[in-house]
């Protein structure tokens, strides 16, 4: 039972991997616009948590920080 158990863990860690991976090319972008995004704008959080739409987030950061500041 404790191996399934350790296997289990195993394949939930794979599957938290591959969102990392895409991250990895823009680690500091990703970083950055997840501690800024989170503390300011709590209606913005649930769009960012999803993995699949990290890749076009930067591209509506600008923009997103833009209004925080304004």
């Known amino acids: 039972e404790l191996k399934k158990h350790q296997e289990e863990e195993q394949q939930s860690e ?3 991997q ?4 895409l991250n990895v090319p823009q680690p500091p ?3 950055l616009w997840t501690s800024q995004e989170q503390p300011q704008p709590s209606q913005q959080q649930p ?3 999803p993995p699949s739409q990290t890749p076009p987030q930067p ?3 600008p ?3 833009a209004q ?3």
């Open 18 to 21: 591959p969102p990392k991976k």
């Open 47 to 49: 769009s960012v948590q």
């Open 59 to 61: 591209s509506t950061l």
């Open 14 to 16: 794979k599957k938290l």
């Open 29 to 31: 972008v990703a970083k």
């Open 68 to 70: 925080a500041q304004a």
């Open 63 to 65: 923009q997103a920080q």
